[in-house]
């Protein structure tokens, strides 16, 4: 189960590009990882703090999915970041 409260790590950064996309770049590995418009936005709210609740809440209401799949979405793209070592959980 995802934590309620997920955190970006200090040696990621983030960089938006125009039309919605970035990337993350992992200091550490030297690793970099391509965000869709959700991903980013998803990773915007951890960089803000926000809870898995609130998340779900800000994509359900951005795509207009129910809050449901909105969760599986937002739990799948965490899952991904945590192994990567990309956020604490």
Same mark, same amino acid.
């Given at each position: 189960?995802? #934590?309620?409260?997920? !955190? =970006? $790590?200090?040696? &990621?950064?983030?960089? /938006?590009?125009?039309?919605? /996309?970035?990337?993350? &770049?992992? @200091? %550490?590995?030297? $690793? +970099? +990882? !391509?965000?869709?418009?959700?991903? @980013? @936005?998803?990773?915007?709210?951890? /960089? %803000?703090?926000?809870?898995?609740? #609130?998340?779900?809440? /800000? &994509? =359900?209401? !951005? +795509?207009?999915?129910?809050?449901?799949?909105?969760?599986?979405? &937002? #739990?799948?793209? @965490? $899952?991904?970041?945590?192994? +990567? $070592?990309?956020?604490?959980?």
């Amino acid at each position: 189960m995802i #934590e309620t409260s997920t !955190q =970006s $790590r200090d040696h &990621v950064v983030c960089t /938006e590009f125009e039309g919605g /996309e970035g990337i993350l &770049v992992d @200091l %550490n590995t030297k $690793r +970099y +990882y !391509q965000l869709n418009e959700t991903a @980013l @936005l998803i990773w915007k709210a951890l /960089e %803000n703090g926000r809870t898995l609740e #609130e998340i779900v809440n /800000e &994509v =359900s209401a !951005q +795509y207009a999915v129910e809050p449901g799949h909105a969760r599986q979405s &937002v #739990e799948t793209l @965490l $899952r991904s970041l945590i192994s +990567y $070592r990309l956020v604490d959980s």
